[in-house]
Antibody, heavy 117, light 109 residues
Framework: QVQLQESGPGLVKPSETLSLTCTVS????????WSWIRQPPGKGLEWIGY???????TYSPSLKSRVTISIDTSKNQFSLKLRSVTAADAAIYYC???????????WGQGTLVTVSS | SSELTQDPAVSVALGQTVRITCQGD??????ARWYQQKPGQAPLLVIY???NRPSGIPDRFSGSSSGNTASLTITGAQAEDEADYYC????????????FGGGTKLTVL
């Protein structure tokens, strides 16, 4: 059974960097694409970007200038960094597996990140 | 970038059939995926590539597509189907990108 678990600070100050890590168990990270998606409270889903195990990344144009997704295959983890956060970045952040030809088939439980001083 | 448009809310009587739609130019080129999200839970993939169901998804869920519109149909809606439903697809300008619709809140009466 594939499981994903997000970890990281639940509170980030404005203008600072949001950093989250996703630990994958039950499947090697050296296949498929690994995504970050976020959802502001009470709102819809927003795709942030994904990374392939090779390290190749694709980001949402609206966040590209502030986002970095990285991968550590030795730890079966991938990570998200979002720089210069504002209140608009407050959301539940999900990590997920994206399988070509299928879609996002496994999701983490999500972690709420609040932006406040 | 592409946009996917969904009705904000739809309702259906228990046991009846409901269709949830998703419109966007990219859907004339790429299939839609459909996700179900219940309160406090992560989304769940229910339909992929037009009309494929992942293991464990009831066969009352089906998908279809015509032109720039994709549809999710629930035949014989159950109380447990009450949820938010999101469509997703590739972006027509760059097929490496993913885009989500705004979501449809389904109420089962």
């Amino acid at each position: 059974q594939v499981q994903l678990q997000e970890s990281g600070p639940g509170l980030v100050k404005p203008s600072e960097t949001l950093s989250l890590t996703c630990t994958v168990s039950g499947a090697p990270i050296s296949r498929h694409y690994w995504s970050w998606i976020r959802q502001p409270p009470g709102k819809g889903l927003e795709w942030i970007g994904y990374i392939y195990y090779s390290g190749s990344t694709t980001y949402s144009p609206s966040l590209k200038s502030r986002v970095t997704i990285s991968i550590d295959t030795s730890k079966n983890q991938f990570s998200l960094k979002l720089r210069s956060v504002t209140a608009a970045d407050a959301a539940i952040y999900y990590c997920a597996r994206d399988v070509l030809g299928v879609g996002i088939d496994y999701w983490g439980q999500g972690t709420l990140v609040t932006v406040s001083s | 970038s592409s946009e996917l448009t969904q009705d904000p809310a739809v309702s259906v009587a228990l046991g009846q059939t409901v269709r949830i739609t998703c419109q966007g130019d990219t859907l004339s080129s790429y299939y839609a995926r459909w996700y179900q999200q219940k309160p406090g839970q992560a989304p769940l993939l229910v339909i992929y590539d037009k009309n494929n169901r992942p293991s464990g998804i009831p066969d009352r869920f089906s998908g279809s597509s015509s032109g720039n519109t994709a549809s999710l149909t629930i035949t014989g809606a159950q109380a447990e189907d009450e949820a938010d439903y999101y469509c997703s697809s590739r972006d027509s300008s760059d097929n490496h990108l993913r885009v989500f619709g705004g979501g449809t809140k389904l109420t089962v009466l």
